[in-house]
């Protein structure tokens, strides 16, 4: 199965902040087409007594409602969640999600991000 | 609106059996690939494993962790998917989710059920 690292954590920010959290992968996730490049990794926000909530799929492609200060980049083995400006809401646990389902599907360990 | 609602959950002795129950509504459930995520007490998100579409197959695949001991089904006729968990041990106390790709044919999930406990212990 394929591993997943996240890092930090947990996470001390403020209102406004930009956060950056950082996913690995133990083997790359990423198939090349002749067309692009298709990554199999999502992002989630999960808060205590909610439903997990899907962010971003395919490691860059917002999902449906997601506000515009989440972003999700990088390919292979390497990603990255962006929240741009913090806001009150975002307090929260992120995991990120490989889902090459050929090789066993895996979420992160999470981050958890909490008010400074 | 998309539902699921699990039932199904509560306290098993160890080596003892359960089933869960995962009633689906609001999308087009033989399209859609069921997925079962697990939450231990104070630890992160799990993935169980996952039953596709009748359409893709039908497959099912589970992680290392179950693989033997639980068993993903589906019925499309009732929009129903289950989880028959034999051989529980303590390690399989947790909050079960099922979630849904709406058919998206991809594992990534885009709802969820509000979870069902099951906690095993003597």
């Known amino acids: 199965d394929i591993q997943m690292t996240q890092s930090p954590s947990t996470l001390s920010a403020s209102v406004g902040d930009r956060v950056t959290i950082s996913c690995r992968a133990s083997q790359s996730i990423s198939i090349r087409t002749s067309e692009s490049t298709i990554t199999w990794l999502a992002w989630y926000q999960h808060k205590p007594g909610k439903l997990p909530n899907l962010l971003i799929y395919r490691a860059s492609t917002l999902d449906s409602g997601v506000p515009s200060r989440f972003s999700g980049s990088g390919s292979g083995t390497e990603f990255t969640l962006t929240i741009s400006s913090l806001q009150p809401d975002d307090f929260a646990t992120y995991y990120c999600q490989q889902y090459n389902s050929e090789i066993g599907v895996t979420f992160g360990p999470g981050t958890k991000v909490h008010m400074k | 609106e998309v539902q699921l609602v699990e039932s199904g959950g509560g306290l098993v002795k160890p080596g003892g059996s359960l089933r869960l129950s995962c009633a689906a509504s609001?999308?087009?459930?033989?399209?859609?690939?069921m997925t079962w995520v697990r939450q231990a007490p104070g630890k992160g998100l799990e993935w169980v494993g996952r039953?596709?579409?009748?359409?893709?197959?039908?497959?099912?695949d589970y992680a290392a962790s179950v693989k033997g001991r639980f068993t993903i089904s589906r019925e499309d006729s009732e929009n129903m998917v289950f989880l028959q968990m034999n051989s529980l041990i303590a390690d399989d106390t947790a909050v079960y989710y099922c979630?849904?790709?709406?058919?998206?044919?991809?594992?990534?999930?885009?709802?969820w059920g509000h979870g069902v406990l099951v906690t095993v212990s003597s």
């Open positions: 979630a849904t790709d709406l058919g998206r044919r991809e594992d990534y999930l885009e709802d």
């Open positions: 039953v596709k579409s009748k359409i893709d197959g039908g497959t099912t």
């Open positions: 609001g999308f087009i459930f033989t399209q859609a690939w």
